[in-house]
């Protein structure tokens, strides 16, 4: 269908799953920023849940490293989707802005680098200005630069900033984080290795969404304070299946084992065309990759 429709694949390309990948999923240590949160009261805790929403619950998202290196065995290069056994799924926009929940993106306004943008220094004093904000923006900003786009292990890196920068003129940087996500599930497939650098917590939770079975209690969605990401933490769930283990299950996976529509998501425009294209381009932070919405509108 995507071929028939025209897309992103160079001509003579075919889509198949290559070799396997010794992928790392090494992630920052997170606890001092949950000891922050803790520390807060609810006065603070308001105050950034209404600026930022559900962000802090990502601290709380274990990674279950045997599951993200299985999942990765199964990304499609050439669709930049997921490819278990017959079954074809990739994370959407939709979803991703329905995880956190933020009151402050557009979704016609994506983030792109600026020709000519403020200096580093700037940027990170308007991040961090004094005022009643400061400490909220600052500890976002944090999950942003150590959980969200970890590009550099306990570093702060200038473009992070400058997309977090953004966000007051009101950007969506869902697009972003799925281009990274999608971009570097790529990079580590082509080379056979390599680090994972995007968030490997709301890719887990995409996938438990739609592969883990849960008694669906249909309710929950239309409460303004439901959060699927505290939801999904609240899960019990196995943590001891091992890599290879996991690998035999995705290989096998049957169109009636996939929860095709999370039970949490209640979809409203779903981005399945971009003007008389059947594919487009998602821009991340550091480069682009191809967004196959023929896929997602399945």
Not at 118 to 142: E, W, Y
Not at 149 to 170: I, N, S, T, Y
Not at 188 to 197: D, L, M, P, T, V
Request: net charge neutral; proline share 3%; aromatic share 14%.
């Amino acid at each position: 269908m995507q071929l028939k429709k025209g897309d992103s694949l160079a001509e003579g390309c075919t889509s198949e799953l290559g070799n396997f990948t010794r992928i790392n999923v090494t992630q920052n240590e997170l606890q001092k920023l949950r000891d922050i949160w803790a520390s807060w009261d609810e006065k603070a805790r308001q105050l950034f849940y209404q600026n930022y929403s559900d962000l802090p619950y990502l601290l709380d998202l274990k990674v279950d490293k045997y599951l993200f290196r299985a999942m990765a065995q199964f990304w499609n290069l050439a669709y930049s989707c997921f490819t278990f056994g017959k079954v074809d799924l990739v994370p959407t926009v939709e979803e991703y802005t329905a995880f956190l929940r933020c009151p402050k993106v557009q979704v016609d306004k994506v983030y792109s680098k600026a020709a000519s943008a403020p200096t580093f220094v700037k940027k990170l004093m308007s991040i961090t200005g004094m005022n009643t904000k400061r400490k909220v923006d600052v500890f976002a900003l944090s999950i942003y630069d150590l959980v969200i786009f970890p590009k550099a292990l306990r570093h702060m890196d200038e473009a992070v900033v400058d997309v977090f920068d953004r966000l007051d003129k009101g950007i969506t940087p869902m697009l972003a984080i799925l281009a990274e996500t999608f971009r570097y599930l790529s990079v580590c497939r082509r080379a056979s290795e390599g680090r994972f650098i995007g968030c490997a917590q709301l890719l887990l939770a995409w996938f438990h969404s739609h592969f883990w079975k849960v008694d669906k209690v249909s309710y929950w969605v239309f409460s303004e304070s439901y959060s699927p990401l505290k939801e999904i933490i609240a899960m019990s769930r196995r943590d001891d299946i091992s890599e290879e283990n996991w690998i035999v299950l995705l290989r096998n996976l049957q169109e009636e084992d996939v929860e095709w529509r999370a039970s949490w998501f209640v979809p409203d425009e779903i981005l399945y065309q971009c003007g008389s294209f059947d594919w487009v381009p998602l821009l991340g932070i550091w480069g682009a990759v191809g967004y196959a919405l023929l896929l997602v509108l399945r």
